[in-house]
T-cell receptor, first 119, second 114 residues
């Protein structure tokens, strides 16, 4: 089934450790996004990528980094985790700019999320 | 800057009751507006969308009308079911210069009782 795969599903991490959340899509979408979801704050954009080879900062990029070496993969790295990074992380993609896409407001496709706890 | 404001939840209704979840936005120009739904343990899914003023998005009995004069996009359903229990997010997208970013509201939890 086509879609977005996130791994791991959940993780408990000691503060100060490095962690990479994986995200892979098989829809050949150009745009990909990382959001964190926190109670009372909704979804906040961490980083995004409009196409392979490019990335940009969202609302809350500090403490996170991303890379986009190819179309399918968009990993999110926490270089040195802190407790305030405890959250549910969602990866998403959109066909914006994909060859053959004519819509000006394509929807986002979401993964099932990664629950991360930093102790 | 762009922003979305939704009514706070949780909203608790009996089955077959009428639902309204308020959403207002702030944006320059003409954003596209969306409602996403998140069922327990899952990622968000698009519920409906509207791309210009006076458009009405609809899906699964839910409706929302893009009101530019009141900068609103309220979600309504005439008769809710237990299976509608979820968190609902209002969102806007205001692309420009090749950057497409979605702004989400804080979400409204809906609980429907049998």
């Amino acid at each position: 089934i086509a879609g977005i795969t996130q791994a791991p599903t959940s993780q408990i991490l000691a503060a100060g450790r490095r962690m990479t959340l994986r995200c892979t899509q098989d829809m050949r979408h150009n745009a990909m996004y990382w959001y964190r979801q926190d109670l009372g704050l909704g979804l906040r954009l961490i980083h995004y990528s409009n196409t392979a080879g490019t990335t940009g900062k969202g609302e809350v990029p500090d403490g996170y980094s991303v890379s986009r070496a190819n179309t399918d993969d968009f990993p999110l790295t926490l270089a040195s985790a802190v407790p305030s990074q405890t959250s549910v992380y969602f990866c998403a993609s959109s066909p914006y700019g994909t060859k053959g896409s004519t819509a000006t407001n394509e929807k986002l496709f979401f993964g099932s999320g990664t629950q991360l706890s930093v102790l | 800057g762009n922003s979305v404001t939704q009514m706070e939840g949780p909203v608790t209704l009996s089955e077959e009751a009428f639902l309204t979840i308020n959403c207002t936005y702030t944006a320059t120009g003409y954003p596209s507006l969306f409602w996403y739904v998140q069922y327990p343990g899952e990622g968000l899914q698009l519920l409906l969308k509207a791309t210009k003023a006076d458009d009405k998005g609809s899906n699964k009995g839910f409706e929302a009308t893009y009101r530019k004069e009141t900068t609103s996009f309220h979600l309504e359903k005439g008769s809710v079911q237990v299976s509608d229990s979820a968190v609902y997010f209002c969102a806007l997208e205001k692309g420009g210069t090749g950057t497409y970013k979605y702004i989400f509201g804080t979400g409204t939890r809906l609980k429907v009782l049998a």
